[in-house]
């Protein structure tokens, strides 16, 4: 299998959290819980406190727990795809939410377990979230609001191991930008009549995105004075809402109108095997001119570049305008909706030299082929965070 190297992770262990590894996974899981449990029982019943030495054995013991990034080994043959689609595979099933000891309760060598404990199982739910279907995620979510939590948390200890979040990117771009005139070059999309900007923030975790642009422009519009005041709306969706800035939805399905939304943001948020319905939504809700902006993790990209990705997303009708991949980490992607005098006029040209047919076959076989393999096991991999 080979390993996609980046720099700054540790990509050459032999400890990596494999498909295939899942049931010993679990089964790792719940001995380390019920030796969790042992201990706090052990606890409970004797005040007898362990020598230094013991306890330093049980520490090592237990492997290092921080996190990598790396992407799995996925099977291009279709084989698997069928077993991705057996509700055997409910991963809610394999690992039971525990009650969280408080970490009041708790010595510090438990502490540091937990942490570990913690560790797994958000590198368990990250995996889940890119094995499976969106609709599996939401019913997975619904049915266990906890494990989004849990997910969170660990993802928001990975993203401060970071030299860069592509969320703060994403806000720097916006700043940047609404420098120049709405619907200028080189300025934001606004939607007439007022030149609204209308943000839709795909899979937007704890919508981060959305509170600090909002804090930014409501203070550009304090200092407006004399200017034109920035008229805003952000919708940030997710499969759960852990505060009022976020809609629950299956990004796949998001309550906005067609043409409504003036740029479309997923950070990091292609997880389900199904991810190019989410680029089609984003298509049906974006307006005429309305900016796609994508980052994700670069090891994702089969072909590195994500050259193949760029391709897939011009069938599907975007027109693509950059590809910056000069971070370490994370490809950036900016797309944009052809009005519709650009589409027919693109469609005369591909009819003048006969290639119009091809590409429309070229849709098809897309299809054909999403529906033999699903695009998340081939066009990106999914991002399995592993132990060090
Ligand atoms: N964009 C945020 C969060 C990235 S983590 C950031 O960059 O900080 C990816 C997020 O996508 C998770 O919160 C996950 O719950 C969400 N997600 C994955 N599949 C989804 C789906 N089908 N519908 C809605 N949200 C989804």
Same mark, same amino acid.
């Given at each position: ?57 049980? /520490?090592?013991?237990?492997? &290092?727990?921080?996190? %990598?990034?790396? $992407? ?6 279709? *084989? =698997? #795809? ?76 990975? /993203?401060?191991?970071?030299? &860069?979040?592509?969320? %703060?990117?994403? $806000? ?6 609404? *420098? =120049? #005139? ?7 999309p ?69 043409e409504?939304a003036t740029i479309v ?14 680029i =089609?939504?984003s298509y049906r809700i974006l307006a005429p001119r309305g900016e796609l ?20 997303l011009?069938?599907l009708g975007f027109f693509?305008k ?13 797309f944009f909706k052809p009005p519709e005098?650009i589409i ?45």
């Amino acid at each position: 299998m080979e390993l996609f190297k980046v720099e700054g992770w540790n990509l050459n262990t032999d400890k990596v959290a494999f498909k295939d590894s899942k049931k010993k996974e679990a089964q790792k899981e719940r001995n380390r819980q019920e030796k969790l449990d042992r201990k706090q029982r052990n606890n409970k019943a004797s005040k007898e406190t362990k020598n230094e030495d013991s306890k330093q054995e049980e /520490v090592e013991e237990e492997e &290092e727990d921080t996190q %990598d990034l790396e $992407v799995s080994d996925v099977e291009d043959d279709g *084989k =698997k #795809v069928n077993e991705s689609k057996k509700p055997k595979a409910k991963p809610q099933k394999v690992i039971k939410p525990q009650t969280k000891p408080t970490s009041k309760q708790l010595t510090p060598l438990q502490q540091k377990m937990m942490a570990k404990l913690s560790g797994s199982r958000f590198r368990w739910i990250n995996e889940q979230l890119y094995t499976i279907s969106s609709e599996e995620a939401l019913d997975l979510i619904k049915e266990q609001p906890g494990l989004f939590d849990e997910y969170h948390e660990g993802f928001r200890s990975q /993203v401060q191991s970071w030299p &860069e979040n592509p969320v %703060d990117t994403f $806000v720097d771009e916006i700043k940047f930008r609404s *420098k =120049k #005139v709405i619907n200028a070059p080189g300025g934001l999309p606004g939607l007439y009549p007022n030149k609204e900007i209308v943000i839709a923030d795909m899979g937007c975790g704890e919508a981060q995105l959305g509170l600090d642009v909002t804090q930014f422009f409501n203070k550009f519009n304090k200092r407006a004075k004399g200017r034109r005041k920035i008229s805003f709306k952000i919708n940030s969706f997710d499969l759960k809402q852990v505060n009022n800035r976020i809609t629950v939805a299956d990004i796949r399905h998001v309550p906005m109108k067609d043409e409504s939304a003036t740029i479309v943001i997923f950070c990091l948020a292609l997880m389900g095997t199904n991810f190019l319905d989410f680029i =089609k939504e984003s298509y049906r809700i974006l307006a005429p001119r309305g900016e796609l902006w994508i980052s994700e993790i670069k090891s994702r990209f089969a072909d590195g570049r994500g050259d193949e990705f760029v391709e897939t997303l011009k069938l599907l009708g975007f027109f693509h305008k950059k590809t910056d991949d000069s971070n370490k980490m994370f490809t950036r992607f900016e797309f944009f909706k052809p009005p519709e005098d650009i589409i027919q006029e693109r469609r005369a040209k591909l009819e003048r030299r006969n290639k119009f047919i091809e590409v429309e076959t070229e849709k098809e076989q897309l299809e054909v082929k999403r529906k033999k393999v699903a695009e998340g096991k081939w066009l990106l991999k999914p991002c399995i965070y592993k132990r060090r």
